[in-house]
Nanobody, 124 residues
Framework: QAQLVESGGGLVQAGGSLRLSCAAS????????MGWFRQAPGKEREFVAAINWSGGKTYYADSVKGRFTISRDNAKNTVYLQMNSLKLEDTAVYYC?????????????????WGQGTQVTVSS
């Protein structure tokens, strides 16, 4: 059964960095686009970043552009989210997702697989 498992979340001070990982298992996701989303308490889930199957195309939400970097290692079936210059408003549960959408960037409902999420808390 295909599964995505996020890791790397935690507590970090504002201005700090974290790197999230999303490990895929149960199938090869090298032909899938991958995305990161987040959901803060009391808010709707929002898009963070996306990367196409080859890693040749990336797309970011305006709120994280220039601070976050999405990347992937298809040999390891893993996608990453490097988060720098973290702000209090980045606090959320972060989810990775996989899908084979023909649209770019893929809307959230084009993703077929979702992880269980990892908590990121940014403190002052």
């Amino acid at each position: 059964q295909a599964q995505l498992v996020e890791s790397g979340g935690g507590l970090v001070q504002a201005g700090g960095s974290l790197r999230l990982s999303c490990a895929a298992s149960g199938r090869t996701f090298s032909s899938y686009g991958m995305g990161w989303f987040r959901q803060a308490p009391g808010k709707e889930r929002e898009f963070v970043a996306a990367i196409n199957w080859s890693g040749g195309k990336t797309y970011y939400a305006d709120s994280v552009k220039g601070r976050f970097t999405i990347s992937r290692d298809n040999a390891k079936n893993t996608v990453y989210l490097q988060m720098n210059s973290l702000k209090l408003e980045d606090t959320a549960v972060y989810y990775c997702a996989a899908g084979r959408s023909v649209r770019w960037p893929p809307p959230s409902n084009d993703y077929d697989y979702w992880g269980q999420g990892t908590q990121v808390t940014v403190s002052s």
